[in-house]
């Protein structure tokens, strides 16, 4: 067992999570994170657009902490968690457009959520995406949804796919690769129609 003081904020991220794993000491998971609250609440202002959206947003990635730091192997937790974050703001953002019309223009009138143009905009990325991920092989839609959007590392996918962590890893990379292609062709497409 790892022992660590609370207070001890020189610690390295890893024995802060091997310690936060351990004991589920919630002040030392708040310890780590507090080193990366500044760069958490940067992602989350720039995807979300609003002081107080992004400061929520750092609360409840804090939240989703506490359960996905136990259940994933972190090798790099300061990546992980930009990559947590990340997907957390663009989870926000497919969500908010299922908010009906008027109630959305209402909204931005008040001038709480994006503007219309780029919540189009955003919109218009998603289902692109959607489109392209759909494109790609079964391998490699499911090793880049585990990876970005589970947040898990090789190893796991790895594990729980039966597969070796070295394809996880070039499935990852051609299907990010095959997804670039993709939505750079269909836009030049709608340019040019």
Not at 37 to 63: P, Q, S, T
């Amino acid at each position: 067992m790892t022992f660590l003081r609370n207070t001890d904020i020189e610690a390295s991220d890893e024995l802060l999570l091997k310690t936060y794993s351990e004991r589920g000491d919630l002040n030392v998971l708040a310890t780590l994170y507090q080193r990366y609250m500044d760069l958490i609440y940067g992602v989350c202002l720039k995807y979300l657009e609003n002081n107080e959206d992004a400061r929520d947003a750092v609360l409840n990635i804090f939240e989703e902490l506490t359960v996905k730091v136990k259940k994933y192997e972190i090798q790099h937790f300061k990546a992980w968690l930009y990559q947590l974050s990340k997907n957390h703001c663009l989870m926000i953002l497919r969500k908010r457009k299922s908010i009906p019309v008027h109630a959305e223009i209402d909204l931005m009138q008040s001038g709480d959520l994006l503007h219309l143009d780029y919540d189009n905009r955003t919109e218009q990325q998603f289902n692109l995406l959607q489109h392209c991920m759909e494109q790609l092989t079964d391998h490699q839609k499911n090793s880049i949804r585990m990876f970005y959007l589970e947040g898990k590392c090789y190893k796991n996918i790895a594990d729980s796919t039966g597969l070796d962590a070295g394809k996880i890893r070039s499935f990852i990379q051609n299907g990010r690769r095959n997804l670039k292609i993709c939505m750079e062709n269909k836009s030049i497409e709608k340019l040019t129609h």
